[in-house]
């Protein structure tokens, strides 16, 4: 891993041939999801999703490991494991602590997050993940992506806190009145499946859509971009889920949802994405699979990217904790604009 100086780093709208754009959002109650739009991808390589009869992720061959798992690329196309991805089976249920691009023909050791804390059932050690239909909500995502920033800023593996984790899943299993025999994450998404269900319906996956900007409660929560409109349509419904999860916890609030026309305006959400392209990949390195994981924490934004031959291959980004406030408009502009 190597820090270069922030002034003389180039951002990461360097790997970009394009501007990212906004367009117009889809709303449901207190859930704004803005799609993004991105520059054609040179690049070829799938989800997991779709690639299972080629993709075996399993506990390590050597002996299981919580925060450890092996992904079994037996393809001709790299795959990419996104960073908040929730998979289910084997021993424990996980969520991917980093993104990362499994080359093909390859067998990978991946850094991962146990969200399932009361079961380890040994009799399954060799069955392979299966994809969720949820990924992890933003809130989650957000602790395990400051974590893995700071552990790198101090030297050491992109990887989450097992004890942050367990406390913020068993936080919202509270917050959402949802027990589960073995606190698993994935059990406070089916006790609230229909009310998700009808969080989301209203958000579509627009043709070559990229990504998304979510907005909960009327303030910026996170973006997600894919360098390829295929993949991340592959994602989105996992992503949406998690979304509804935040957005359904601040109804439950008793938080008023914003109407339609107080959602947070499309030039400050195009402010947002702007800041995150902004930012310098100051803290670089190469991790598990191909590629570069970028982290970074500027101007009021943060999170990581993975970069690869040139392009932008994914984007997390949320507004830091100072910036909370970043939905009702107060945000800092780049130094430089770019047209949109």
Known sequence: MHTPNAESTPSLSTHLSEPIEVGEPDVSGPLAVYPLFGPTSNLDYVAFAAALEEVAITELESGASVNDLLVHNKGTRPVLLYEGEEILGAQQNRVLDISILVAAQSKTRIPVSCVEQGRWEGSRRREAFRPSPQSADPRLRKLKNKRARMNVAAGMEARADQGEVWREVAARGS?????????????????HREQLGKLREAVRVNEGQCGSVAVIGGRIAMLDYVGRSDVYAALQPALLEGYALDGLAHQRRGALAPAPDGVVDKGTVRGFTLLA???????????PGVGETAHFEANGVEGSALLHEGELVQLTAFPSDDEAGLGSGRIRRPSRRRGH
């Open 175 to 191: 917050e959402m009145d949802s027990a589960s025999p073995t606190g698993a994450l994935s059990d406070i998404y089916e006790s």
């Open 277 to 287: 392209c902004d930012s310098p990949a100051a803290t670089r390195g190469r991790g």
